[in-house]
């Protein structure tokens, strides 16, 4: 790994991302440049349909830019294939999606499990006990997501993005469509692992509040990005 990899283990060089529609070519992200460094927690900020989310995407590997480049701990996502991306995120990436993404067919166990399992990990079971205790669900391991409740679904979700302990962990919109109690929980159960395990935290928020706790606020405005780089308020989590 070279030494500035190690300084930033993301690193973001004039990326854009393009669509075709029957209107011609929509620019969605344009010429996007930013770095993160290890263990930083980093919230994207904007109006809806400003870019986040695809942001996100990109970052993590799920869709590909049009032009520019993202290297994730030393790897360029560009000169990876589908294969090789999806290699990487299972090795060195965690992703909290807004709408769970849980399996129905399997447990909350099961459900923690698969990423380490697909990442040939000997410990997986043990691994996902762990976190589901962590995230208060031990007495629900054998249950199945249609006998979750939606906060009981985002917990079983934040322990899969960690399990494995991933370097980096995307999340989009954590605690949205939750109330108030289980959007608190999360919130809360976000900082501390991040803080615990060093994990790099990126995520994606309407919430100011939310936004406020991390190290660094990013706000998309017109496919273009600005940097806020003081939020209003530093809130330790331990």
């Given at each position: 790994m070279s030494a500035l990899s190690q300084l930033n283990i993301i690193q973001v060089k004039e990326l854009t991302k393009s669509v075709?529609?029957?209107d011609g070519d929509l620019t969605i992200l344009s010429d996007i440049t930013f770095n993160v460094k290890p263990g930083e927690s980093v919230a994207?900020?904007?109006a809806s349909g400003s870019g986040k989310s695809t942001l996100l995407s990109?970052?993590?590997g799920l869709d590909v830019a049009s032009s520019g480049s993202i290297t994730l701990d030393g790897d360029a996502l560009e000169q990876l294939d589908e294969e090789g991306r999806?290699?990487?995120?299972a090795q060195k990436v965690g992703f909290v999606f807004q709408?769970?993404?849980l399996v129905q067919s399997l447990s909350a166990l099961e459900n923690v499990m698969?990423?380490?399992?697909?990442?040939?990990q000997s410990d997986a079971k043990e691994q996902a006990l762990a976190l589901l205790e962590k995230v208060g669900l031990s007495h629900r391991v054998e249950h199945?997501?249609?006998?979750?409740?939606?906060?009981e679904q985002q917990r079983v979700a934040i322990a899969r993005a960690f399990i494995g302990t991933p370097q980096i962990l995307f999340a989009d919109e954590p605690s949205a469509n939750l109330d108030s109690k289980n959007g608190k929980m999360i919130e809360e159960l976000l900082f501390e692992l991040n803080q615990q395990q060093g994990t790099t935290l990126v995520l994606v928020t309407h919430d100011e509040a939310l936004a406020q706790r991390c190290d660094r606020i990013l706000h998309i405005e017109g496919g273009s990005l600005t940097e806020l780089s003081e939020p209003k308020e530093q809130v330790n989590v331990g």
């Open positions: 075709n529609t029957l994207i900020v904007g990109l970052l993590a999806a290699a990487l995120r709408s769970f993404m698969l990423p380490a399992e697909l990442a040939n199945y997501p249609s006998q979750l409740s939606g906060g």
